[in-house]
């Protein structure tokens, strides 16, 4: 489960990790087609939408180096993305790399943003 691996301590982020973790998964059990990776990417994107808005939405402003970040990863995942689509990559390195990238970033940027802002669940 997503939340034994890294939480970010704040539900409604945790549960946007939890979902694209799940949905990569999926696929990974093979309980989920390759049609459903094309739901990844805009997945993520939205968590990163949505991840801004909590902090907005508390008053505070998102911090411009964790925008920064979330500039380079919707490039990165564009990338994976590409790569997946043209056979460069597989669905399991697809869902590997994104996975990857995931957890890198709730580790090295989420867990400092929620300690910073208190939104501690």
Same mark, same amino acid.
């Given at each position: =489960?997503?939340?034994?691996?890294? @939480? #970010?301590?704040?539900?409604?982020? %945790?549960?946007?990790?939890?979902?694209?973790?799940?949905?990569?998964?999926?696929?990974? %059990? +093979?309980?989920?087609? #390759? @049609?459903?990776?094309?739901?990844?990417?805009? #997945? &993520?994107?939205?968590?990163?939408?949505?991840?801004?808005?909590?902090?907005?939405? =508390? +008053?505070?402003? &998102?911090?411009?180096n964790h925008k920064r970040e979330h500039q380079r990863l919707s490039i990165?995942?564009?990338?994976?993305? $590409?790569?997946?689509?043209? +056979?460069?990559?597989? +669905?399991?390195? &697809? @869902?590997? #790399?994104?996975?990857? @990238?995931?957890?890198?970033? $709730?580790? %090295?940027? %989420?867990?400092?943003?929620?300690?910073? &802002?208190?939104?501690?669940?």
């Open positions: =489960m997503w939340h034994s691996i890294v @939480t #970010a301590r704040n539900l409604e982020i %945790d549960l946007d990790h939890a979902n694209i973790s799940q949905m990569l998964r999926q696929y990974n %059990d +093979g309980q989920a087609s #390759a @049609t459903s990776l094309h739901h990844v990417v805009p #997945a &993520f994107l939205a968590h990163i939408n949505h991840e801004e808005k909590i902090i907005e939405r =508390m +008053g505070s402003v &998102f911090p411009d990165l995942l564009r990338s994976y993305e $590409v790569d997946w689509q043209q +056979g460069k990559r597989n +669905g399991c390195q &697809f @869902t590997a #790399a994104v996975q990857k @990238t995931l957890k890198l970033h $709730v580790i %090295d940027f %989420d867990v400092k943003l929620i300690e910073r &802002f208190n939104c501690v669940y």
